[in-house]
């Protein structure tokens, strides 16, 4: 109320350049993004290969010094991976690589992009054809996170990303080899944007105006749903599918539908 | 028949560490995997930044030299992109600065990766959730498309994997200024893996002999599928719902809701 919409600020990295008034600067659109997507690709760069490495990963926008920091924020992102996995050792390796007596250093610099297809748009011509679509990317430096609270609290929010509610009513407490096996990844954020792409077929005045393209050209919208289906619970499971678990799973393909359908209106 | 299976080699880059049991690296199954995934995730690093750089892009394999090889043979990738866009301004800088009387250097050494959530795997433990995935990455060299009837294959074959014949049954020929406008990144593939999840829970002994835990949490899988909904046609559409566009929609909803269903069985 009254606050004004905090944006990432604009750098090279960022800065949407084709189709920029498709373009998204709002944290908190960003973060919301970041946080309904159950892959996330993470790319950086190993020490030893001419190639970047993209990683799916999971993660959650969080602030474990600021737990009531809301979406529009800033926050920092949460990455659950594993301690063998070669960005691991990278992003420790950077870490213990402080200078003589200097700061700790910032990180390894990595790359997040996760993407929804919404529908597929089919024009008149091949070269009009697109997707309605939501993509965000973040730049920012990732580190280890070692305490053990920050850990615990990045766990909650990841698995809670998964299904809502998820953590509290899984098995508590995790084991110490849990926590000991599981390596999470922090990001501090740099920098990021997000392009949505929405609205029906954009066809060429001349292709609208070509009579024997509109007569054989069949030109629309294929929809494209994210759904969740029945549950399928385990042979052994003893117990009623969750409140959270039906919730989580009529909202997701509500959710989903709405928006997928008000898009192509707009 | 009779002939081998085509592995892409195992490398630094591509070799899968954690749960290598998932990985697969026959050519057949990567390509398959890229050419039904309606975006690539591609990362390059831009010479001006220290960060990697993720943009979502559509892309399919192919082979304009060998218009008859299939998914088992070697191939590049075709990526559709922008002439303004900052990656093909490198492609584009390190397609030209090749040394004085040598040979024309290698591309833009780019990662490619895509992934599919197919279920939510809900165990005792939150540390023991998974999902059932297909992801797949690729490293190669990339560089721009100079020639008119290789961009025009590449073309084709890119707008035929959004809907399968679409090229044919769109507005054809392509315009000069269509052609000029339209740029393409071929990707020379060094090598590639994928990695797939299949199954249903995996719950640790120990959880499952705790009868408290048992007594309590739901264990079971939520599967998540992709489907295309009714064609919406545009204002001015004039045209039936081509035989393409049906079996392209039923073809897509049955195959990929089976295969999610039949992997929980795995």
């Known amino acids: 109320m009254g606050r004004h919409t ?6 090279k990295d960022n800065t949407v350049r084709r189709h ?19 892959l996330l690709d993470v790319s950086f760069n190993p020490p030893d290969s001419p190639f970047p490495v993209i990683l799916p990963m999971i993660g959650q926008m969080g602030s474990f010094d600021r737990p009531s920091a809301d979406l529009g924020d800033p926050m920092d992102l949460y990455l659950h991976g594993y301690v063998s996995s070669r960005m691991m050792n990278v992003a ?9 007596g200097g700061d700790k250093q910032q990180g390894l610099p990595v790359c997040i992009a996760a993407s929804h297809v919404d529908a597929l748009i089919l024009a008149t011509s091949a070269f009009n054809h697109s997707y309605n679509y939501r993509s965000v990317v973040l730049f920012g430096y990732a580190t280890l996170v070692e305490d053990e609270a920050e850990k615990m609290y990045a766990m909650e929010i990841i698995t809670n990303g998964v299904v809502h509610d998820r953590w509290k009513t899984s098995r508590q407490p995790p084991t110490k ?3 000991q096996s599981t390596s999470i990844l922090k990001v501090s954020i740099t920098s990021g944007s997000a392009k949505f792409r929405d609205g029906g077929v954009s066809d060429d005045k001349h292709d609208l105006q070509n009579e024997e393209a509109q007569n054989s050209v069949w030109t629309g919208v294929l929809p494209v749903f994210s759904s969740i289906g029945e549950p399928l619970p385990t042979t052994y499971n003893k117990v009623e599918v969750p409140a959270n678990v039906t919730n989580f799973i009529k ?3 509500n959710e989903n539908k709405e928006y997928v359908l008000s898009a192509v209106k707009k």
């Open 6 to 11: 905090l944006e990432y600020p604009k750098t």
């Open 20 to 38: 920029n008034e498709r373009a998204i600067y709002a944290l908190e659109t960003i973060h919301r993004l970041i946080n309904s997507s159950q």
């Open 92 to 100: 420790r390796a950077t870490d213990k690589d402080k200078p003589e």
């Open 177 to 179: 080899a849990e926590m």
């Open 251 to 253: 909202d997701y393909n």
